[in-house]
């Protein structure tokens, strides 16, 4: 084994002088040169085997929850400075990724984020407009293993999306949260925590939260050859139904075929539904024991930033609209399914609420001022009532099987204080990460404005923090 390393490690650097880089695959225990040198021109080329590990075995691997895994990104620095200097604009550059032994290069990495990743971690001041200069040292970035056509993928996954839970000083919310809606039967994006090196330095904790893709579909729907949508509603928020353009331009998946004919059909039912038929319309489209776990989940986890937040930018009905979900089509069964997404925020509505921006002022099945936009608390964001949407109207009318799945969820999750049991076992999970980061980048920083990380202290008030308000969930 070591007469081959060095085999490879002197054929990289002669062909290296020739501005090539080839290098196949020696053995998946044994990393590439490149794990100790940054190169300055070309990345290698790396010819899998076949046999490695990452080709082998299924995203189970990468997504198991008893374990923190490390990974590792070798960048040009010319190309991390690239990054660095304007993360909004969200590019790629290429890099290496190492690990657990095996490199894949070259990948795609970008940063990524929208305007609350963002926040407070550019030298824009300016929130509500990101731009400038990475300023934090932890932004959340998305790695592509099938960058330039590449056609292996990595533990059956095309993409790896690492979080970087600047808002969350907890690092837990999000992670509880999918959990939380697996647990209750809705397919979620499996979320885990992983350490990220790039260039030798240690970056931080992250989470490792799955990409909603087709590799997603094929996972929890074996035949997932349906659609992924992100962030289309069926219909306008008037209850009209939705341009053909809006679903098109939502497409994650199949993208060149444009087949909507399924959203389209549900669109086209919900539209022309009222009061007495839309119970019709959820039960030939949904699984009722789905959407209402998915509801009762998260109401119950407060995601008020999620699908029932409608944001009006003025006082017409139809300037409002809603975020952070997805929507999979069986089209095989004919069923579609709404995704939960982006839950950083999650949980910190229960006791009193956090963020007057994203707070719903409304319980489930409420509605406020006529069904018109209006503003609440501090906030000057206007908002309208969910219940006000025909969509949601219908689900609101499933209330004894809604009440149903809520108790279960309370005997299953609440009265037992399995979520906070569960809560307690990744905390102490990750309490080392969080400590070796603050130790790394926070050392001789006296001024806790000045910490260049989550300290320690921070995190565990976060978590305590985190843990009065799973203690308070009804």
């Known amino acids: 084994m070591t007469g081959c390393r060095l085999n490879k490690y002197y054929k990289l650097l002669t062909l290296a002088t020739l501005g090539l880089v080839i290098t196949l695959s020696c053995s998946k225990d044994m990393p590439t040169p490149i794990n100790s040198t940054i190169p300055n021109q070309i990345l290698p080329n790396i010819i899998p085997k076949g046999n490695e590990k990452y080709l082998q075995e299924s995203s189970d691997y990468i997504y198991n929850q008893e374990k923190v895994r490390t990974y590792e990104l070798i960048i040009k620095n010319d190309d991390l400075s690239k990054l660095d200097s304007d993360p909004a604009k969200e590019e790629y550059v290429e890099a290496a990724l190492i690990f657990e032994g095996d490199t894949i290069s070259p990948v795609g990495v970008r940063y990524k984020g929208s305007i609350g990743a963002f926040a407070g971690c550019l030298s824009n001041p300016d929130w509500a407009n990101p731009s400038g200069q990475k300023t934090c040292e932890k932004l959340s970035m998305q790695i592509k293993i099938n960058w330039k056509d590449r056609k292996e993928r990595f533990f059956d996954v095309n993409k790896l999306q690492f979080h970087a839970q600047n808002y969350d000083k907890s690092q837990l919310r999000e992670r509880l949260a999918y959990w939380l809606f697996a647990q209750m039967g809705v397919p979620s994006p499996r979320s885990v925590h992983a350490r990220l090196l790039i260039n030798n330095k240690y970056s931080g904790l992250y989470g490792l939260t799955e990409e909603i893709d087709n590799r997603f579909a094929k996972y929890f729907y074996k035949q997932g050859n349906g659609n992924i949508y992100k962030e289309v509603w069926p219909v306008k928020a008037n209850g009209e139904l939705q341009a053909d353009n809006a679903f098109i331009d939502a497409l994650k998946t199949n993208e060149a075929e444009k087949d909507i004919n399924l959203i389209k059909e549900f669109s086209q039912a919900i539209a022309a539904s009222n009061a007495s038929t839309g119970k019709e319309v959820i039960r030939e489209y949904m699984k009722i024991d789905e959407i209402m776990s998915y509801i009762v989940v998260d109401r119950a986890i407060r995601h008020d930033d999620g699908p029932f937040h409608w944001y009006c930018s003025n006082e017409m009905v139809n300037s409002c609209v809603n975020k952070n979900f997805y929507w999979f089509e069986d089209k095989k069964n004919r069923k579609m399914h709404l995704i939960p997404w982006d839950m950083d925020g999650t949980f910190e509505h229960i006791i009193r609420n956090a963020n007057d921006n994203t707070a719903l ?36 009318s499933f209330d004894s099987e809604y009440n149903f799945i809520k108790n279960r969820f309370q005997t299953n999750f609440v009265a037992n204080n399995k979520m906070l049991s569960q809560l307690d076992i990744w905390a102490k999970q990750i309490e080392p990460f969080i400590t070796e980061a603050d130790n790394i980048h926070n050392r001789y920083i006296m001024n806790a404005v000045n910490k260049k990380t989550t300290t320690v202290l921070v995190w565990e008030n976060a978590t305590n923090t985190l843990r009065s308000q799973v203690k308070a969930i009804q």
């Not at 002022?361 to 949407?389: I, M, N, V, Y």
């Open 361 to 396: 002022a409304d319980k489930w099945g409420e509605t406020s001022k006529d069904c018109l936009p209006f503003t609440s608390g501090s906030s000057t964001l206007k908002q309208r009532s969910a219940a006000c949407d025909k969509l949601t109207a219908a689900w609101v």
